[in-house]
Nanobody, 123 residues
Framework: QVQLVESGGGLVQPGRSLRLSCAASGSIASIYTMGWYRQAPGKQRDLVATITQSGGTNYADSVKGRFTISRDNAKNTVYLQMNSLKPEDTAVYYC?????????????????WGQGTQVTVSS
């Protein structure tokens, strides 16, 4: 199996910063895209940012210029540096990874999700 464990969420004042981390572990042969999604109360889960194995990035318009996604392939870990946080960034943030597992006859990647970490931006 594959597990994704997030950390780094919490309560922060507007304008401040937080850094989220997500470590993947388990039967991992390779990880393609990794990323972060978020879900606010009563809303759907939306893309925040993704990063490919080679470092190509994609961001939601609402976070461009404020958030930075990065990854450490040796540690199977993805990070989200969040600066200039706003109250509308309040949500549960979910880590995502597209993983090829070891021991599979056909190396087809599957999607895995973390349990989510709460980020609350409030004064």
């Amino acid at each position: 199996q594959v597990q994704l464990v997030e950390s780094g969420g919490g309560l922060v004042q507007p304008g401040r910063s937080l850094r989220l981390s997500c470590a993947a572990s388990g039967s991992i042969a390779s990880i393609y895209t990794m990323g972060w999604y978020r879900q606010a109360p009563g809303k759907q889960r939306d893309l925040v940012a993704t990063i490919t194995q080679s470092g190509g990035t994609n961001y939601a318009d609402s976070v461009k210029g404020r958030f930075t996604i990065s990854r450490d392939n040796a540690k199977n870990t993805v990070y989200l540096q969040m600066n200039s946080l706003k109250p509308e960034d309040t949500a549960v943030y979910y880590c995502y990874a597209n993983v090829v597992r070891t021991g599979t006859l056909v190396p087809i990647p599957n999607d895995y999700w973390g349990q989510g970490t709460q980020v609350t931006v409030s004064s």
